[in-house]
Structure formats: structure tokens, C-alpha cells
């Protein structure tokens, strides 16, 4: 059974400082997704990454994929309290398949 | 953009009734699917549908709940007979297949059972 660990749950940082998130999975996936979700509200795609070493970036937000080691990781840099949200990381085996979520990682950003 | 529409936006119903959720995926899309989110709690698969007809379905997605697709645009999930344990956001999302890599979730609909 696929499982998806985030960590940490919960993330406390001071605007200008940098930190990653890590989320690890069980088993052999096709494709990794990040998302972020504010409170009350959908899911937003961030980014997928398919193969081992992909790494994107968008704005102060850097994901990147090691198949190895099942682990992917989403890298904030100096960080600003528009970032406050959860991010979910989510994988799945293919189209049609299930996305099976980690437990999220709630941001805080601090002025 | 296309975007995958959900109504209602907020449910409130009395426990042991019924509920139908209603969604309209984006239009080319042939993969479509039902989350919940209970407050607080990570996103959980409910039912995956392909094909008209069920492709995979959790533990969670017992009798009481069915899906259909009634028509070319519509896919709806019912709660027979709902349960205060019911009571979460619930989340559409579809995806295209093909080089299409997104699943494309809709805004939601908080289901409030009493």
C-alpha cells in the first residue's frame, strides 16, 4: 500500500529564512506532486515532477524528486508570510490512478 | 481557464438524509474523481471514475455512497443516508490522461451534517 510522510507537520519561520519540507513515499510511484491549499479553499498545483533528479522552481518555492531514495523535497526561500498556507505533497502510479496525500505541512510565516 | 465546478459551495442536511454533490469536470477530461477533506486532516481518496463506470474505490466509499455521470457534463456524488462522521469538504477533481500530468481540483463542498 502506498504511504506518503510529510514532515514537519507544522512550520513556524520568520520572513527572510529559508527551510524544506520533506515528504517521503513507500513505494515505486510514477509522478509527485506539491500543492498548496489556503484555509477554506482548493487545492492549488505547485509543481509535478516525473523523474529522478527533476527539480523546478517557481518564484521562492524549489521542488525536487530522488526516486532512489523516494524522497522529494520543497525548498522555501527567504520566506514571505504570502507563503502562509499547507502544503500537501501527493503521488500517484499513473493516469487514472488515485493521488495518495501526506498529511501536509502548515506554514506560518512570521514578519 | 478551464475549471472543474462544484455546487453547492456549503451543505447542511440532518443526519439519515440524503445528500447529492454535484460537479462539472472539465470538458475533455476522462478521468474523474472524489477527495474528502475532514478539517483539519490530509486529503483522502473516496472513488475514481473512468469509463462510466468505478475504476478504484477506498475503504472509505462503503454502500452508502454512490457516483454517476448522467450526462456528458455532470458527476455527481450521493451520501444515502448520511452520518455526522460525513461531515468534511469534499473535492472533485479530473484529469485528461495522455500528456495531460493534473489532477484538477474543484473548489469543494463543505457537507455539514447535524
Not at chain 1, 59 to 68: E, I, Q
Not at chain 2, 25 to 39: A, E, T
Request: net charge negative.
Amino acid at each position: 500500500e502506498l504511504k506518503v510522510e510529510q514532515n514537519p507537520l507544522f512550520l513556524s519561520m520568520q520572513e527572510g529564512k529559508n527551510y524544506t519540507i520533506y515528504c517521503n513515499y513507500s513505494t515505486t510511484s510514477d509522478r509527485l506532486y506539491w500543492y498548496r491549499q489556503d484555509p477554506g479553499k482548493s487545492l492549488e498545483s505547485l509543481f509535478v515532477l516525473l523523474s529522478n533528479g527533476a527539480v523546478k522552481q517557481e518564484g521562492r518555492l524549489m521542488a525536487s524528486l530522488d526516486t532512489k531514495a523516494r524522497l522529494s523535497t520543497l525548498h522555501i526561500t527567504a520566506a514571505v508570510h504570502d507563503l502562509s498556507a499547507t502544503y500537501f505533497c501527493a503521488v500517484d502510479k499513473g493516469y487514472g490512478n488515485k493521488l495518495v496525500f501526506g498529511a501536509g505541512t502548515i506554514l506560518r510565516v512570521k514578519s | 481557464e478551464p475549471e472543474v465546478t462544484q455546487t453547492p459551495s456549503h451543505q447542511v442536511t440532518q443526519m439519515g438524509q440524503e445528500v447529492i454533490l454535484r460537479c462539472v469536470p472539465i470538458s475533455n477530461h476522462l478521468y474523474f474523481y472524489w477527495y474528502r477533506q475532514i478539517l483539519g486532516q490530509k486529503v483522502e481518496f473516496l472513488v475514481s471514475f473512468y469509463n462510466n463506470e468505478i475504476s478504484e474505490k477506498s475503504e472509505i466509499f462503503d454502500d452508502q455512497f454512490s457516483v454517476e455521470r448522467p450526462d456528458g457534463s455532470n458527476f455527481t456524488l450521493k451520501i444515502r443516508s448520511t452520518k455526522l462522521e460525513d461531515s468534511a469538504m469534499y473535492f472533485c477533481a479530473s484529469s485528461g490522461g495522455g500528456n495531460e500530468l493534473w489532477e484538477y481540483f474543484g473548489a469543494g463542498t463543505r457537507l455539514s451534517v447535524l
